[in-house]
């Protein structure tokens, strides 16, 4: 299989800031568990937490859009 590096470089780095995405969420998730936050506090945690991660997914795709 012959791959271009500017294909296998755009395939692995969606695949590896999705896994680093849930990744994340996953530390929230413990995070919320362990201090023992509540449902409004995990709900809290996530939602200022995750604000950076929808940002950065938010660019991304506006990246994309604004490029075709």
Same mark, same amino acid.
């Given at each position: 299989?012959?791959?271009?590096?500017?294909?296998?470089?755009?395939l692995?780095?969606?695949?590896?800031?999705t896994?680093?995405?849930?990744?994340?969420?996953?530390?929230?998730?413990?995070?919320?568990?362990?201090?023992?936050?509540?449902?409004?506090?995990?709900? !809290?945690?996530?939602?200022?937490?995750?604000?950076?991660?929808?940002?950065?997914? !938010?660019?991304?795709?506006l990246?994309?859009?604004?490029?075709?």
């Open positions: 299989m012959n791959i271009s590096e500017e294909t296998f470089t755009t692995t780095v969606s695949i590896f800031c896994a680093l995405i849930a990744y994340m969420g996953f530390i929230i998730y413990r995070l919320a568990k362990d201090s023992k936050a509540g449902k409004y506090g995990t709900l !809290v945690l996530f939602f200022v937490l995750g604000f950076g991660m929808f940002g950065f997914i !938010v660019k991304t795709i990246t994309e859009v604004l490029q075709k």
